[in-house]
């Protein structure tokens, strides 16, 4: 029986929680319901637009047609000194020209060519509206007395700056020079004297920078020639002091040398390698006894002879061994002969050996010598480059100082030549002739861009208003943020309504209108609302007070009880509201007499008019109304009134200021939870509904009251709104009748 709810009650409510992303509809939403005051300030700002346009001064403008043509190449310019053989740049140079146009020094020259007086306001000049004409005697308040001079050019040069506008003609060397000013012949003056202006400046400013450049090409020409001197002199006496006459030749004869010095170290380094390999073997022979063996040393041909010498001799002996024994003459003979032959040829050996150790530390001596030698022409070579480096850097001096001279020689002079003529790059093509129609104030602009403004800003106010207002508008939004069920939209009814016809009894009154067949539709929606069980004992409640419970549960009784008996108690013991739509709108005993037992169930029940319908107020408001909701003896009430009525409607206190609601809703089947369209704040609501939630209260859904219907009818959708708020917290505080 029990609506499930999308809302966790633990969970804090989010400002921008379920909100939809806005639409096209939403915004022509917005603006249907801000439509008045959009347009009321759209309508002002367009006003004061106009008005200020009216109050403007007129403001004439004067156009001089110049043609700027680009500087002459013939003549010598200082430009061609500092940049000579460069690209130029003609979008550089013309834009060049109109900060010279729209500079302080032209302006100057404007103001001292008209003179001062042609800047004084004119009394005959034409005035617009003015705010100080309505003023009584503001218009009669005397001028401000006469400046100094100083201040009075300062600001005539200040005027002709910010009126002249500098506007190139397209893919042209046209220019266009325009004046403003409140004065149309003035305008036009002040066009001419500006492009003549600048003529005669750039006349000027070309005689000027021939003599400038004249007398610093002279200065610049006589430093030259000093320097050139000066290198001149350093070089013929580098060439003394080193006594060099062709450097070319010494350093052809030097590198000669050292080219041959090099191939004889190379030749001899050769020789005293071959001569260290035969050291080397006699020395290796020597130390193992093999003199005779080397065949370097057998290449000697005494060597060879002494050799061939011994070994006849030891032929001889051999030959001799076997005939006579050791003694004998012959023997001793061979033997003393073989002996001197080995003993010669071991000198021998050793002669040559010594010649050889010679031979290789004469060859050794000779490479160190060589290798000297071969240091002292490099050195020779090494001083001799850094001479003619010296000499080549100093050569270098002298040709860049003689062609610098050459240069601004030949520049002084082309220079001097053409400093006398005299060729502007512009002239005046057309003058500015007097204008008759303002370009500004533009009045039609004016009011035009006024109300753009204001419906801009009526926009932006609007949208911010709406995002600013968090009140529920309608079924969808109470389904979005609640999360409740809707049954019904009722509208809102008009204020001057007949005696009799009040909201409470609307719908008895009018039972074929739309407000009737919305009670019918909530009607329906309670009833179908439970499957298993029919909802006998409803419950309805709001959030805060004068959201119209009262009305929709006497209405909702009226319509139940076209079908059945109905009973509806007034249970806002607090602020009871119910017994004022009843005909004799008295007090009577009730509720609180019932439940002491003050009155009995007949004298408490008050049978309505031509219906079904019987009302039992609140009765006298009890000091705590809450005791007796929650007492045994009001739940036995409501069981023994359940056996003779087929539903029973309660209209209890809001749920959000007291707990009344909370302690009602354990004892009935269904809760109606009524919030205002446009006032209700969803957050508030959102608590009353969490308070009612946490106790597992039966809410079959909530009724949005109240709604404003658009053109043509009201549905289950967006409506447009009319904002009212809602009462403070409840209480005792007089209030606006329900």
Same mark, same amino acid.
């Given at each position: 029986?029990?609506?499930?709810?999308?809302?966790? *009650?633990?969970?804090?409510?989010?400002?921008?929680?379920?909100?939809?992303?806005?639409?096209? $509809?939403?915004?022509?939403?917005?603006?249907?319901?801000?439509?008045?005051?959009?347009?009321?300030?759209?309508?002002?700002?367009?006003?004061?637009?106009?008005?200020?346009?009216?109050?403007?001064? *007129?403001?004439?403008?004067?156009?001089?047609?110049?043609?700027?043509?680009?500087?002459?190449?013939?003549?010598?310019?200082?430009?061609?000194?500092?940049?000579?053989?460069?690209?130029?740049?003609?979008?550089?140079?013309? $834009?060049? $020209?109109?900060?010279?146009?729209?500079? +302080?020094?032209?302006?100057? +020259?404007?103001?001292?060519?008209?003179?001062?007086?042609?800047?004084?306001? +004119?009394?005959?000049?034409?005035?617009?509206?003015?705010?100080?004409?309505?003023?009584?005697?503001?218009?009669?308040?005397?001028?401000? *007395?006469?400046?100094?001079?100083?201040?009075?050019?300062?600001?005539?040069?200040?005027?002709?700056?910010?009126?002249?506008?500098?506007?190139?003609?397209?893919n042209s060397q046209l220019v266009r020079i325009q004046f403003r000013h409140s004065d149309p012949a003035f305008a036009a003056t002040l066009a001419n004297a500006h492009a003549q202006a600048y003529i005669e400046e750039t006349l000027e400013g070309r005689v000027q920078m021939s003599q400038t450049a004249s007398t610093w090409l002279n200065e610049r020409t006589s430093g030259l020639r000093e320097k050139l001197e000066q290198s001149e002199r350093a070089l013929q006496e580098f060439r003394d002091r080193e006594r060099l006459i062709d450097v070319g030749g010494v350093d052809g004869l030097a590198a000669s040398e050292l080219s041959l010095a090099s191939e004889r170290l190379a030749e001899a380094r050769r020789e005293r390698a071959d001569k260290e390999a035969a050291y080397r073997q006699v020395e290796d022979a020597r130390r193992q006894d093999r003199l005779d063996q080397l065949p370097l040393l057998l290449a000697s041909p005494l060597v060879t002879d002494l050799?061939?010498?011994?070994?006849?001799?030891?032929?001889?002996?051999?030959?001799?061994?076997?005939?006579?024994?050791?003694?004998?003459?012959?023997?001793?003979?061979?033997?003393?002969?073989?002996?001197?032959?080995?003993?010669?040829?071991?000198?021998?050996?050793?002669?040559?050996?010594?010649?050889?150790?010679?031979?290789?530390?004469?060859?050794?001596?000779?490479?160190?010598?060589?290798?000297?030698?071969?240091?002292s022409a490099k050195g020779e070579v090494r001083d001799l480059n850094r001479k003619q480096y010296e000499l080549q850097a100093l050569q270098r001096e002298v040709d860049s100082n003689r062609q610098l001279y050459e240069v601004f020689q030949t520049r002084y002079k082309e220079t001097a030549a053409s400093g006398g003529v005299q060729n502007a790059n512009a002239r005046l093509i057309e003058a500015a002739m007097p204008n008759l129609a303002p370009v500004y104030p533009n009045k039609n602009r004016s009011a035009m861009v006024g109300l753009l403004i204001g419906l801009a800003l009526g926009i932006a106010l609007a949208l911010i208003l709406d995002h600013l207002d968090n009140t529920l508008k309608g079924a969808d939004d109470v389904e979005r943020r609640l999360g409740l069920p809707v049954l019904g939209l009722?509208?809102?009814?008009?204020?001057?309504?007949?005696?009799?016809?009040?909201?409470?009894?609307?719908?008895?009154?009018? *039972?074929?209108?739309?407000?009737?067949?919305?009670?019918?539709?909530?009607?329906?929606?309670?009833?179908?609302?439970?499957?298993? $069980?029919?909802?006998?004992?409803?419950?309805?409640?709001?959030?805060?007070?004068?959201?119209?419970?009262?009305?929709?549960?006497?209405?909702l009784a009226f319509s139940l009880g076209q079908m059945k008996k109905v009973l509806l108690i007034d249970a806002d013991m607090r602020r009871p509201a119910l017994h004022r739509g009843l005909p004799d709108q008295r007090q009577t005993p009730g509720l609180s007499e019932y439940i002491t037992g003050e009155a009995k169930v007949s004298d408490c029940l008050r049978l309505l008019p031509n219906s079904s319908v019987y009302v039992m107020p609140a009765g006298v408001a009890p000091p705590n109304p809450l005791e007796i909701l929650s007492s045994r003896k009001f739940a036995e009430?409501?069981?023994?009134?359940?056996?003779?009525?087929?539903?029973?409607?309660?209209?209890?206190?809001?749920?959000?200021?007291?707990?009344?609601?909370?302690?009602?809703?354990?004892?009935?089947?269904?809760?109606v939870y009524v919030v205002r369209s446009?006032?209700?704040?969803?957050?508030?609501?959102?608590?009353?509904v969490k308070r009612l939630t946490r106790i597992d209260a039966p809410i079959i859904g909530a009724v949005v009251n109240q709604v404003v219907p658009r053109k043509g009818g009201y549905g289950y959708g967006k409506y447009y709104y009319h904002g009212d708020g809602y009462y403070s917290d409840y209480g005792y505080a007089k209030r606006k009748k329900t």
């Open positions: 029986m029990n609506a499930v709810l999308p809302i966790d *009650p633990r969970e804090p409510a989010s400002a921008e929680e379920g909100r939809e992303l806005p639409n096209l $509809q939403d915004y022509l939403r917005i603006l249907f319901r801000f439509k008045w005051g959009v347009l009321a300030l759209m309508l002002a700002s367009g006003l004061i637009a106009v008005l200020r346009a009216h109050s403007e001064t *007129p403001i004439y403008q004067a156009s001089a047609l110049m043609l700027i043509e680009r500087q002459a190449a013939r003549f010598v310019s200082i430009e061609e000194v500092y940049r000579a053989n460069q690209g130029y740049d003609f979008g550089e140079y013309y $834009q060049t $020209q109109y900060e010279i146009l729209r500079s +302080r020094p032209l302006a100057e +020259r404007v103001v001292d060519k008209l003179g001062l007086p042609a800047f004084a306001p +004119r009394a005959d000049a034409h005035k617009g509206f003015s705010w100080r004409n309505l003023i009584p005697g503001a218009s009669k308040a005397s001028a401000a *007395p006469a400046e100094a001079a100083p201040v009075e050019r300062a600001w005539a040069v200040g005027l002709v700056q910010g009126s002249v506008s500098i506007v190139p003609v397209r050799k061939q010498t011994a070994v006849n001799a030891e032929r001889a002996l051999g030959e001799l061994t076997g005939r006579y024994g050791p003694k004998h003459p012959r023997m001793l003979e061979a033997e003393a002969t073989l002996v001197a032959a080995r003993n010669a040829l071991k000198q021998q050996l050793e002669l040559v050996a010594s010649g050889i150790e010679r031979d290789f530390q004469a060859a050794r001596l000779r490479e160190n010598q060589l290798s000297g030698e071969m240091g009722v509208p809102r009814l008009a204020e001057n309504t007949d005696a009799g016809e009040a909201p409470i009894n609307y719908f008895a009154a009018h *039972p074929q209108s739309s407000f009737a067949e919305a009670i019918r539709t909530i009607r329906t929606g309670v009833l179908l609302s439970a499957v298993d $069980q029919d909802h006998k004992r409803l419950l309805i409640t709001s959030s805060v007070p004068s959201e119209g419970k009262t009305t929709l549960s006497m209405n009430a409501l069981d023994n009134l359940g056996k003779a009525f087929d539903h029973i409607l309660i209209d209890c206190a809001p749920a959000c200021a007291v707990s009344d609601a909370l302690v009602l809703s354990r004892l009935v089947h269904g809760v446009d006032a209700t704040q969803w957050q508030v609501a959102r608590t009353g």
